[in-house]
């Protein structure tokens, strides 16, 4: 039974899998939101977040990201407790971090800490769409900064993930100022002839585009990530016209000349040990 | 009646007396003296109780001066350069060189239009990617050849569109914020009118930022803002009450260094005034600036960014 239902001849199969949900436990089944196949969740998650038939990459958790990537037992977690205060008083700004806390199960919007991809040791940080958007305000620019700081005291490479609809709305001017703020610290990093590597994830729009997100060394996204600085809707607001077909999609920015490379997620590890190796003293020395 | 209106009838009244003078040879003096009087209270007691949303409006009137205006005014043989060299000249900046009180500067200002035509032209004050590199090529030359840079920040943001995508508008401004944190050369910016998000913030990430009394500066305009948060942008009004975008909001949280009072009617009605009061200033800080050690100077300005809004989190 489970063969027919991955069977991709949509219009016969349509019907039968509606039947098929409703009388399944839930959990055990998701539908992909990009063709609208039906997954076994087991299925789904040992793909990684991957449709196995459109093969879109679906938004993960930070936690399991940082499974995917970093080896076995090798992750430090960093600044775990940092979380937001609506110093501001910005209107039921608290209400929205409890429910973004209880949702996502984080504290904020990025995880931040140092692990080892294939035995090389780096920093890491990854950013989490379910908790706001991954809006950036200040404890995701602070967590972002110590983690700079912490690879350029240790003279590690640092790996950023990023996944976000920009600066929070609700911290204002000084969300603003976190990409200063990021983009001074990666600076420093910069000058020790340090790695920055950037992973841009769906979606990565907004301030932390204009900061951190171009900043790498090396960018690697995606497949079909959007990236922009503006999101489209504005964009089609504003121009009031229609926009081409996989604008701003992580192609689009290969095509463009404004990301070096598109690794899907299986092959994200290894991908990411490689350009480690190429940049460690073992590269120089061996 | 508002405070405006009473503004605008006493304004008429005056201009009455005025001709009733001149045509009639009937001496006023008093009653003109005593209107002006009463008028000028009036207008201290209104500008100096603008709502955040009266503060936008004014600064998007036309009468508003624009970076060219004060560039004209506070600089001596201003010489205007052009171009990012790598796709065009884009004309929502002005970016050049010239001298502050006998002292060689950069300077650089996001320029809206004064009439519809010029706005067009310049695109509203909206930059480009080739505006934000054309800004950074100007402040890499200032590097070399030791001058401190002033920027006049005056944009709505950065523009929105297909082409600007295409070309990397985070890509540019995302530059620019990293190597102005690593220039060897003194950075002040003054937001003379409206400073709307990261399109601001990529020619403000200096040593110092001022602000104009009247002048804003947010995450994004108030239409944005309410678009995003409540999608509904005629909430603007609503939004720049919540947003803290006044000089004396940025100030109290510490994201800029100084306000600068501005004329009776705001630096709309007396342009000349509101330009000499930024130049001794600028003349002042620059020359403090210039005697600081270079590694002090970035440390500072790094740390600027560093210590801002420590209080925002709990661990
Ligand atoms: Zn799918």
Known sequence: ?????????????????????????????????????????????????????????????????????????????????????????????????????????????????????????????????????????????????????????????????????????????????????????????????????????????????????????????EPGALIGFAGPRVIQQTIGQKLPEGFQRAEFLLEHGFIDRIIKRKHMKEELHKILLLHSKEAFYE | MNNNDKIEKLHNKLEELYELTKEQSIDFSFEISELEKKLTTLKENYYSHLTPWDKVSLVRMSTRPVAKTYIDHILDDFIELHGDRLHKDDKAVIGGIGFLDKIPVTVIGQQKGATTKENIERNFGMLHPEGYRKALRLMKQAEKFHRPIICFVDTPGAFCGIGAEERGQGEAIARNLMEMSMLKVPIISV????????????????????MLEHSVYSILTPEGFASILWKDSSKAKEAAEVMKMTAKDLLDLGAIEKVIPEPLGGANAQPVEMADTIKALLIEEIKELLNLDVDVLLENRFNRFRQMGSSMYSS
């Open chain 2, 191 to 210: 937001v003379i009118g409206e400073g709307g998000s990261g399109g601001a913030l990529a020619i403000a990430a200096g040593d110092r930022v001022w």
């Open chain 1, 1 to 221: 039974m489970m063969r027919d239902l991955f069977k991709k001849t949509k219009y016969v199969q349509m019907p039968i899998k509606q039947k098929q949900v409703d009388i399944i436990p839930e959990g055990v089944w998701i539908k992909c939101p990009n063709c609208g196949e039906i997954l076994f969740k087991d299925d789904f998650d040992k793909n990684n977040g991957v449709c196995s038939f459109c093969k879109a990459h679906h938004r993960i958790g930070a936690y399991d990201r940082l499974s995917q990537v970093l080896d076995e037992g090798t992750f430090v977690e960093m600044d775990k407790e940092l979380s937001t205060l609506n110093v501001l008083n910005f209107p039921n700004y608290e209400e929205k971090i409890s429910k973004a806390q209880e949702k996502s199960n984080l504290e904020e919007a990025v995880v931040t800490g140092i692990g080892q991809v294939g035995g090389l040791s780096t920093v890491i940080a990854v950013m989490d769409s379910r908790f706001m958007m991954g809006s950036m305000g200040y404890v995701v620019g602070e967590k972002i900064t110590r983690a700079i700081e912490t690879a350029t005291k240790k003279k590690l490479p640092i790996l950023i993930f990023t996944a976000s609809g920009g600066a929070r709305m609700q911290e204002g001017i000084m969300s603003l100022m976190q990409m200063a703020k990021t983009s001074a610290a990666l600076a420093k990093h910069h000058q020790q002839g340090l790695l920055y590597v950037t992973v841009l994830t769906d979606p990565t729009t907004g301030g932390v585009t204009a900061s951190f997100a171009m900043l790498g060394d090396i960018i690697i996204s």
